[in-house]
């Protein structure tokens, strides 16, 4: 697996869990400029093992050219029960494209940390996998996995640098002296 993000902001760890984990504006504006349409979330539910789980069905626009432009995918969340509001979120997140070549070989499992720093810094880590549902040809898994650390390098780097615009609002006239 690959760390996308590994950083500190100046965000309090609840307000970073609500900016990617609940309909924020923050996250409605980023699946804009993503281009990523059709949207349809689940609320958070509680599972048997007293994790919480939901789910998204979105379309994602795709710039490689070796790909349609479009497909659907489906992303399934669990924030586990170990997690601590405000102190400690820990989210595993499988998301599966649906119409992309191969999409019945892969899938991608990121797992999202937040951790408290102090009262109004958090640290967020992001931590990306490609898995194999099946063992296609060598061949075919490199070209998968080549493309798939391409896509994801460029979505996690948007979201790091759109995490830095909200950090500066947010901040505006009463952050750290
Ligand atoms: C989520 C992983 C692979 C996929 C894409 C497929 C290449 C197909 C390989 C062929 C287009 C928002 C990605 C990047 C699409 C976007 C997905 C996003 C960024 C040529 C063999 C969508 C996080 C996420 C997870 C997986 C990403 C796909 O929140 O390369």
Redesign the pocket.
């Known amino acids: 697996g690959r760390l996308y993000v590994n950083r500190v902001f100046n965000i309090s760890a609840e307000k970073m869990f609500e900016l990617l984990f609940t309909e924020s504006h923050f996250i409605r504006r980023f699946m804009n400029a ?1 281009k ?1 349409t059709n949207a349809i979330l689940t609320p958070w539910q509680s599972d048997a093992s007293g994790s919480m789980k939901r789910s ?1 069905n979105y379309t ?1 626009t ?1 710039t ?1 050219p ?2 349609g432009k479009f ?1 659907t ?1 489906t ?1 399934n969340q669990i924030l586990y029960k170990e997690s601590r509001e405000g102190q400690y979120y820990l989210v595993d ?1 499988e ?1 599966y ?1 649906h119409d ?4 019945d070989y ?1 899938y ?1 499992q ?1 797992r999202y940390c937040i951790i408290r720093h102090s009262k109004r810094k958090c640290r967020l880590r992001v931590y ?1 996998d ?1 898995k194999y549902k099946k063992q296609p040809w060598g061949l ?1 898994k490199s ?2 996995t080549k ?2 650390w ?3 390098e ?3 780097r948007h979201l790091e640098s759109e995490l830095m615009e909200e950090e500066a609002e947010l901040n505006q006239g009463c952050g750290d002296p």
């Open positions: 993503r990523i998204l994602i795709i490689n070796l790909v497909s995918a992303e997140s998301v494209t992309v070549p191969y999409h892969f991608t990121n990306t490609v075919v070209f998968i493309n798939s391409s896509g994801l460029d979505y996690f």
